[in-house]
């Protein structure tokens, strides 16, 4: 009955898999674009289920506990979807997933509880499970939660357009990206010939486009991909999301009232990072790019954070662990160190915007100045949160930002 148990919930989970990559795939994708976030997470299931029975007790609760908690993981998508649209697609699949999670973890306690060591003295007992449990508590602190993050951040994506408080008139546009998506959003028409990206979604830079909006500049805000209204898949980490913003640029191209060379970026903590990306592609005609609060997004990128000695080894598991977690659930490649990309960035100018005290890592954007040529600046506000700086110092940051856009796209 307990392999049986956790045969039924490993299926189910891996019925999820099924659907979500191959059967009912995002809006824009097919199940071409799955093969490895699909037929990996398949065959490590198809492998647990055989090799359950084969296990000691101990090694079998510890193997239910941990898909236990990945399926939650999967099931997660589906919760939050049915949340806040309600449930369509794979959500169904993806909610019998989130209860054979939870399946899961109940089989792992009762096995583990059934199977514990009853001999010898009270101490010895006490003391093996408590050396146990901390040893569990280690393994799914840096094994599972990032294999859990690394699936959750590309499949949940914002899943509604945001209220519209830019207070200025605007246009509803949409456009295609290289590989076919359809992109939402809203465009504030130039009035002084320049037009600025504000990225990513139509949430967090409204401010910052009611800014620039008063000083004459067009603003497009659009949701990127998986996101709101727009195609494709969810990757909070923005791993091939500089393909929206080449689109976004194209598009801006395209508009009567934005002359030739006058079309720049900004970008906000992971917008920053895909910001700066873009520019250092060679191919865009991005005149200038804002950045503020870019952080890490891959591996080495991590690894370039001060962590005191005792914690290095084990951060360098956790982000490489989830790095290649991402990899395989966006089916994706790791992007380039920025600080292998500031570089080429130039002639184009680069105008970096850091909190260095707070918790997201900016203390990265003095190495991505210090590798960049110019034109190049680094304004950091020691007192800001992660992408507060308008918050933090409001005139400031106006006379700065606008002074750095009037100047490279005048």
Known sequence: MEALLFRIAVAVIGLHVVDDNYVQPEPGTSAGDHLVSGLVPLAVLALAAWGYPRLRAGWRGALALALGVLGIATGIEGAYYTSKVGPSGDDFTGLLALAAGALLIGLAAVTLWRTRRTDGSRAWRYGRRALIGVAGIVAVYAIVFPIGLGYVTTHVGRAVVP????GVAYENVSFKTSDGLKLVGWYVPSKNGAAVIAFPGRRGPQEKARMLARHGYGVLLFDRRGEGKSEGEPNAWGWGGSKDIKAAVAYLQRRPDVERGRIGGIGLSVGGEMMLEEAASGTTSLAAVVSEGAGARMFTEEMDQEYPSSEKALMAVLAWIKQASIAVFSNQSPPTNLKDLTPKIAPRAMFLIAAPNSP?????????????????????????????????????????????????LR
């Open 163 to 166: 209220p519209n408080e830019l």
């Open 360 to 408: 997201a890592g900016e203390d990265l954007n003095r190495g991505y100045y210090a590798a960049a040529g110019e034109p190049k600046a680094l304004w950091e506000i020691p007192e800001s949160g992660h992408v507060g700086g308008l918050q933090a110092r409001p005139r400031e940051y106006e006379r700065r930002v606008i002074a750095f856009f009037d100047k490279e």
